[in-house]
């Protein structure tokens, strides 16, 4: 299958290639990531993802993209009398202040949208970088609520699965350019007011999860392809086997609120 920017996000494409969004979804709940794979379970789409893709749109755009996304998504972007909301006014001020950080657009002055594919461990891989120099860099941008990790114990490339990302997309830039580049994060925080940085990920970093995943991504497919049952991972936090859970015992009342694999850990089960 050729990938384009039309049909890059569509079924058949995420049946046929792995990505990296898959992989982090199969890391999290296999059953999760099957259900949402078949079209029989989709999130909503929050304003994160919303404000996110518009930043993508202003910066790394065509005008015509950037005037089909603004069309399509018009009432969540705009009250009634155009005024901008408070958080797309936000979003547009801080892509005016990245446009004004010179290392940041030269980390965004490559090709824009450049899909490519490839295989790991023999599983068809599909990326699609936000700026991409065949010489120089690899980038992806980001807009995030801040630069602190949600967990003190864990850095925040790690919590949030960036380190698989610049792994996964520079291995495929490997299989087809011949290069190792350097993996870069151009960032832009959601507070107010907003922190900018350019980011580059360790190459140890990098290598740490490209091992996490080739030492997953085979079992994975075979969950695709339906030799391996998907798992349901029970995590309190998990919405899809929180919606979807048949209850089957009483628990002790101490274990409200747990995770499954905190439970497993106060019955001994691991």
Avoid at 31 to 59: H, T
Avoid at 65 to 78: G, P, S, V
Avoid at 116 to 132: C, Q
Wanted: charged fraction near 30%; aromatic fraction near 10%; include cysteine.
């Amino acid at each position: 299958m050729k990938l384009t920017q039309r049909n890059y996000y569509g079924p058949k494409a995420s049946k046929e290639y792995m990505s990296v969004s898959q992989f982090k979804d199969f890391l999290k709940c296999p059953a999760m990531a099957m259900a949402k794979l078949n079209r029989k379970y989709a999130p909503e789409r929050g304003r994160a993802l919303l404000l996110g893709s518009y930043v993508d749109e202003m910066l790394t755009g065509t005008k015509k993209t950037l005037d089909k996304f603004i069309e399509e998504n018009r009432a969540e972007l705009f009250k009634k009398n155009g005024d901008p909301y408070a958080d797309v006014e936000q979003a547009e001020d801080t892509v005016e202040r990245v446009r004004k950080q010179p290392l940041m657009m030269h980390y965004l002055g490559g090709k824009h949208q450049v899909i490519m594919t490839g295989e790991i461990e023999g599983v068809p891989f599909k990326i699609k970088m936000d700026s991409f120099d065949p010489k120089e860099y690899i980038t992806d941008l980001k807009y995030m609520a801040s630069l602190r990790s949600p967990n003190l114990f864990t850095p925040m490339v790690e919590y949030w699965g960036y380190d698989l990302q610049a792994a996964c997309y520079q291995e495929v830039v490997y299989q087809n350019t011949g290069k190792r580049l350097p993996f870069y994060f151009d960032v832009a925080t959601k507070e107010k007011p907003a922190h900018l940085a350019v980011g580059q990920i360790s190459q140890w970093n990098i290598d740490k999860a490209m091992e996490t995943v080739r030492a997953n991504i085979v079992r994975f497919q075979k969950i695709k392809t339906g030799e391996l049952e998907a798992d349901r991972c029970e995590d309190y936090n998990c919405e899809f086997c929180t919606t979807t859970k048949i209850i089957t015992e009483a628990i002790d009342t101490d274990m409200f609120g747990m995770s499954a694999a905190q439970i497993r850990g106060m019955r001994g089960d691991i």
